[in-house]
Nanobody
Framework: VQLQASGGGTVQPGGSLRLSCAAS????????MAWYRRAPGKQRELVAS???????NYADSVKGRSTISRDNSKNTMYLEMNNLKPEDTAVYYC??????????WGQGTLVTVSS
């Protein structure tokens, strides 16, 4: 499956963004989808994940400020981020893992939080 991330941009601290990850085919059978990010000079980290059954998990750094969701009818996953902070600045990548272990990465979308 090919993943296309979008929705990044520059936003002021305290602002909001919604990232989208569009898949090239149905995601209804994909076991887990997730958002990762890589900030300048740092390692890639998991931001949030969602299972096929809708169970979500968040990094402590974004918990309470972010919501991950998936719309199987649109083959799309989302990440709503609120109260953005400068430390949220990073390239955000979407990820999908199938039950047979196949895994896929999107190309990334840049989020910059700056005044």
């Amino acid at each position: 499956v090919q993943l296309q991330a979008s929705g990044g941009g520059t936003v002021q601290p305290g602002g909001s963004l919604r990232l989208s990850c569009a898949a090239s085919r149905s995601i209804s059978s994909i076991a887990v989808m997730a958002w990762y990010r890589r900030a300048p000079g740092k390692q890639r980290e998991l931001v949030a994940s969602i299972t096929r059954g809708g169970i979500t998990n968040y990094a402590d750094s974004v918990k309470g400020r972010s919501t991950i969701s998936r719309d199987n009818s649109k083959n799309t996953m989302y990440l709503e981020m609120n109260n953005l902070k400068p430390e949220d600045t990073a390239v955000y990548y979407c990820y999908a893992m199938e039950y047979d272990g196949g895994n896929y990465w999107g190309q990334g979308t840049l989020v910059t939080v700056s005044s």
